[in-house]
Structure formats: structure tokens, C-alpha cells
């Protein structure tokens, strides 16, 4: 699985970070990136899931 | 606060101020969603009150048609001087861009998750040493004793301000946003914190602290420093958006912990549910409602909207939405699936979220921690105040 951050949609609201801290970085400026490549480790899937699921932004999208 | 005619048609002749509306707004956004989902009203002007997820959230990202330049949910009535000392009001939260892009930008860092942690254990000391100046072992006032206690002290630190003010500052915030109706209330308000805001300026041009009012007063944009009106109207915008707001959802949440018993037993127990847990609270008690004025005619779905108009952006009845949220009316602690909007929807995004969440868990947590078990006094006695922020003022518990 593999995530990525839309920056034209993101407001900092911060939910992915509070869910899964791993998979994300957050700016001084609240914007958010995914960590590394945005791979999500087998074991971190669910939580991106619940990341994807909480963004009221809509920001976060599934790559492969 | 000035008695309201009663409401009998909710959607032609809504009231935000209406008692039945402050006390339990849910059944009448359950109905309007039926029946008419913008409702409208000539109270106070022309106002409509969006209650469907999908408005409030593309109403709030239309920043075209509906600007941000009058956020009060209760518009001024008294008499506007000729030269304000805001010329630019409380930006970022009363501007659009382009002096709303950069006006945030000054703020955002000081409410970074980074900062915020750094925020995080003087608002657990304090919550600790409310609870232990506790004059009782049987009960207190939840909100009056506690929440209301906890952000206006993290806000005056990051301010720079003593917190020995408290009460002051807490007085002239429920002046502008609880006592709205009284222009007159409201004014001397919002006068006595631009009042107290300019001579700390003064202070600060020659001794510089390591605070907001010292950090805005140093900073440059495009090369000039930052006027003093934009200064003061951003310093006071923390102040009155980082107190009421906070103290709401953590009165509030307080409230559905007493009155929902197996809620609390599970916070008790059960750490990994903390953050959802969180987040549910602030969906289904979200404290904040603002405006929009409609800056050209437009319809929306279906609604003529006429330039002058007022839109209330009632994020808290979207978060009970029983189209995007199953069960809206209940609270699930462990709710999965949960793009609420309780920090507002697109640009304006609340810039002090990351420390209200950091507050009202902390505060939780300390509460929980020292009193498990705990229940209403006298559920006649708990009262609620709302217009742009929802929450209880008067909300005694004992402990079992
Ligand atoms: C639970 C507590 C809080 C809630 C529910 C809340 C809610 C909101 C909402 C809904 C907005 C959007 C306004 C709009 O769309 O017009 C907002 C904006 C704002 N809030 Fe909060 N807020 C809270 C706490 C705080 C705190 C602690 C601060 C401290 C600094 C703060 C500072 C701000 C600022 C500066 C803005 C303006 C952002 C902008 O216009 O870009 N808020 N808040
Ligand atoms: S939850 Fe969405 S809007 Fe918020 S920081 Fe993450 S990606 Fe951005």
C-alpha cells in the first residue's frame, strides 16, 4: 500500500498525524506529507486506512 | 441578554438565541435536515442556517461568494466608531485572502503539534492543582471550578500575558462572544482587552519576551514590520478564540461523561480508545458556530441568497449529520470513521486546534484520573449558553 497527501487539499487538521504519527510529518504550518515514499508497512495498513477515513479534507488518496 | 420573541416556525424564523435552541439545538437540526436543510430568518437581518454536512463544507471552502469579513454569529448593533483601532478586525478569522493567507501563516507556528507538546505539562500541573484546590470532597461546579479555568491560563502563557488576569480576561471574552446581544456589553468588552493589548505593545517594543505579542511585533512581511492594528486584532483573536471555545467542548464533554456512566467507565479503562475517543466528543459537542456574509447574489441550493446576507456556519449540527455520521446522535466512543468538522472546514481551519485537543484530553485525563466516578448534582441546575459557542456555564457534579 502506498499513500500520498494532496497539498492543494490539505488544511492541517492534523487527524493523520494523531492516528498514525509513523506514516506522517506535519510543518510548522500544519501542512502534512507522508513520511519516506508514503509506503505503509503491512502492519500500518489499517491504521493509513483510519488516517484516509478521518481527513475532513479529503486530502489523503491511495497510490497502489 | 435580551428575551428573544419564542420561535414557532424554525425554518422561516430561526433564533440561535432561543432557549429551547441553547438548551437542545439537536432535535431542531434533526428536523430542519427533514424539512428545510438551510432554514432562514429576518431576526437580526437575513440569515440562513445551513444544517447538511455537504452545505456547511462547500459553503466553507466558496470563499468567493461567502467572505469572512463578519464572523459574528450575532452581528453588532451598536454604533461603529469612524476610525476602529482594528482597522482589519480579528485577522486571520475576519479577513480573506490575501490578508488572511499571511496573517495565518504569523500564528500557525505557535500552535504547531511541536509547540503544543511543549505546551502539554504546565496544563497538566494546572489541571492537577485545580483539582486539588477542590474545596469540596463531594462535588464542584465542572465548569465554573475546571474547564473554565484551564485554557484562558495556556493562552495568557503563550500570550506572555500573567495569568493572574484570568478572570479578567475570561470576563471580556464572554462579553463579546456569550453576551453578544448587549452591544453595549460587548463593546466595553472588546474595548477593555484593546485597552489593555496596546500599553503590553509598548512594553514589548523595549523588552522584548520570548511570547506571540513579542514574536508579531518583531516579524516582517515583504521587508516592513506589521502594523500595530493587525498586531493587536491578531493577540486578541487568540485570546477570545482560545478560551470560550475550549472551556465549551471541555465542559461539554464533562457533561456527557456524567451522564453517560459506561462512556466513563471505558475511558477508564481502556487507553487506545483515548484518541477516537477524543475526537468523538468534539464531533458530537462541537462548541463553535460562525458566519459568513454572501458577497453577491447567488442561489444555493435553491436558496436566494442575496449580497448583505449572513450564512451561519453551523459546523456543529453538520458533525450530527446522519448521512455521513450512522447514529449521529450517539456518542461512539471508538467511531471509526469521523471527518468532523468541529475545527471548521477549508482555509480558515481552526490555527489553535492542535492545543484545544492537546487542552480538552489533558483535562480529561487529570479529571478522570482523580475523580472516575462522578454524576450530575441536579440536572435543573445545569445551564447552557450557545449563539457562536455551546457550552455549559453552570454544571455541578458530585462524586460518587
Ligand atoms: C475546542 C476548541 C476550539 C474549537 C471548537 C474551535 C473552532 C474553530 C473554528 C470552527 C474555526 C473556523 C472559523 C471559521 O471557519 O470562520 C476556528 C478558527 C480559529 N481558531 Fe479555533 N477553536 C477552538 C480552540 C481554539 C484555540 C485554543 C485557539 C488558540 C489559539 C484557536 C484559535 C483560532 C484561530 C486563530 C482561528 C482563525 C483561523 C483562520 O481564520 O485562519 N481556536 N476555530
Ligand atoms: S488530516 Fe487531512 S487535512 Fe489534516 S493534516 Fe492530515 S492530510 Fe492534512
Redesign the interface.
Known amino acids: 500500500m502506498r499513500i500520498r497527501v494532496d497539498p492543494e487539499k490539505c488544511?492541517?487538521?492534523?487527524?493523520c498525524?494523531?492516528?498514525a504519527p509513523e506514516l506522517f510529518d506535519?510543518?510548522?504550518?500544519?501542512l502534512s506529507s507522508v513520511a519516506g515514499d508514503g509506503t505503509v508497512p503491512p502492519e500500518l495498513e489499517e491504521r493509513a486506512r483510519?488516517a484516509i477515513?478521518?481527513?475532513?479534507?479529503?486530502a489523503i488518496g491511495e497510490t497502489g | 441578554m435580551t428575551a428573544t420573541p419564542a420561535v414557532e416556525a424554525w425554518e422561516s424564523d430561526f433564533d440561535v438565541m432561543d432557549p429551547g435552541y441553547l438548551s437542545d439545538p439537536f432535535s431542531i437540526w434533526d428536523e430542519l435536515r427533514g424539512s428545510c436543510p438551510i432554514a432562514h430568518s429576518n431576526r437580526r437581518g437575513s440569515n440562513w442556517l445551513p444544517t447538511r454536512y455537504e452545505d456547511v463544507t462547500v459553503i466553507a471552502h466558496d470563499i468567493e461568494h461567502f467572505s469572512s469579513v463578519e464572523v459574528a454569529v450575532i452581528p453588532f448593533k451598536g454604533e461603529e466608531p469612524e476610525e476602529p483601532v482594528l482597522a482589519y478586525g480579528l485577522p486571520p478569522i475576519s479577513a480573506d485572502p490575501p490578508l488572511h493567507t499571511w496573517t495565518r501563516r504569523l500564528l500557525l507556528p505557535w500552535f504547531s503539534h511541536r509547540k503544543v507538546a511543549s505546551y502539554e505539562p504546565m496544563t497538566r500541573e494546572l489541571c492537577r492543582r485545580l483539582i486539588d484546590g477542590f474545596g469540596s470532597e463531594h462535588g464542584v461546579d465542572a465548569a465554573a471550578d475546571y474547564a473554565q479555568q484551564i485554557p484562558v491560563r495556556v493562552i495568557a502563557r503563550v500570550l506572555g500575558v500573567p495569568a493572574d488576569l484570568a478572570d479578567t480576561f475570561t470576563g471580556w471574552v464572554r462579553d463579546v462572544l456569550e453576551f453578544a446581544d448587549d452591544a453595549e456589553r460587548r463593546q466595553r468588552g472588546m474595548g477593555s482587552l484593546i485597552d489593555y493589548l496596546l500599553p503590553e505593545l509598548e512594553r514589548r517594543r523595549s523588552e522584548p519576551g520570548d511570547d506571540l505579542l513579542s514574536e508579531l511585533l518583531a516579524s516582517e512581511v515583504d521587508g516592513r514590520p506589521i502594523e500595530d492594528s493587525v498586531v493587536v486584532g491578531a493577540a486578541a483573536l487568540v485570546l477570545i478564540a482560545g478560551v470560550d471555545t475550549t472551556w465549551s467542548a471541555i465542559g461539554s464533554s464533562l457533561w456527557h461523561l456524567a451522564t453517560h456512566p459506561s462512556d466513563r467507565a471505558r475511558l477508564v479503562s481502556d487507553t487506545e480508545v483515548w484518541p477516537l475517543a477524543v475526537e468523538e466528543l468534539l464531533r458530537a459537542y462541537s462548541p463553535v458556530t460562525m458566519a459568513r456574509l454572501v458577497t453577491e447574489d447567488v442561489e444555493f441550493q435553491g436558496c436566494p441568497m442575496r449580497a448583505g446576507d449572513r450564512v451561519l456556519m453551523n459546523f456543529p449540527a453538520a458533525n450530527r449529520d446522519p448521512e455521513v455520521f450512522p447514529e449521529a446522535d450517539r456518542v461512539v466512543l471508538d467511531r471509526a470513521h469521523n471527518r468532523h468538522v468541529a475545527f471548521g472546514s477549508g482555509i480558515h481551519r481552526c490555527a489553535g486546534s492542535n492545543l484545544a485537543r492537546m487542552e480538552l484530553r489533558v483535562a480529561l485525563e487529570e479529571w478522570l484520573a482523580a475523580i472516575p466516578d462522578f454524576r450530575l448534582a441536579d440536572e435543573a441546575e445545569v445551564t447552557w449558553a450557545g449563539g457562536q459557542v455551546r457550552g455549559p456555564r453552570c454544571l455541578p457534579v458530585v462524586f460518587s
Do not use: V, W
Open positions: 488544511q492541517g487538521h492534523a487527524r498525524y494523531g492516528l506535519i510543518d510548522d504550518y500544519g483510519l477515513a478521518n481527513c475532513p479534507e479529503y
